[in-house]
């Protein structure tokens, strides 16, 4: 947080039991912080909805607008409307993005996450996904731990083994039900 310019020498021990007794974090033996599996999933959401809220240059610009008030270089209103107006866009922009988040959620700690079976390999790691037939359909990388979301009402299988070249995932097959059902 000190190399980053965010807080004080009062503020660190306040911040690090919120994120300890919220169960983000863990204090072990040498004064360590160990990341959780709720602390990690909780980052891992937001860097797939708005990466910026997990670097620490945002803070880091706040204190330091902050900063330019107590001086009496910058305007104490100008400076909070400017950071209402971001925060409010940022906010807006992470709740229509919200299912990211849900799916992340429900893959890392329901019963879905030890559910599945393993269907093709992963672009990023080149281990199996599992597909999760319940509703909404999806794959689930357990590596990754990522989530792709599937079309929904069809059936879904591997495609001949085949790798999309740009990318390196395997091929899933998705059918529409019924005697017209196309296949993409």
Do not use: W
Not at 47 to 75: N, S, Y
């Amino acid at each position: 947080m000190e190399k980053h310019g965010i807080g004080t020498d009062a503020s660190i021990p306040t911040h690090i039991n919120n994120i300890s007794e919220r169960n983000y974090v863990q204090i072990q033996s040498g004064r360590r912080v160990v990341p959780t599996e709720l602390g990690i999933t909780l980052i891992k959401g937001y860097q797939l909805i708005d990466p910026e809220l997990c670097r620490p240059h945002v803070r880091a610009h706040v204190e330091q607008q902050i900063g330019l008030i107590a001086d009496g270089k910058a305007q104490k209103e100008a400076v909070v409307a400017h950071t209402l107006e971001q925060f409010r866009a940022k906010f807006m922009f992470f709740v229509g993005h919200i299912t990211r988040m849900d799916a992340l959620f429900e893959a890392s700690f329901s019963p879905l996450s030890s559910s599945g079976k393993p269907m093709c390999k992963c672009g990023k790691c080149r281990r199996y996904m599992k597909y999760i037939a319940a509703r909404p359909s999806r794959l689930y990388c357990p590596a990754c731990e990522d989530v792709y979301a599937l079309p929904q009402g069809g059936a879904v299988k591997q495609y001949k083994g085949l790798e999309c070249p740009l990318d390196g995932f395997e091929l899933v097959l998705y059918s529409l039900a019924g005697l017209d059902g196309k296949t993409y």
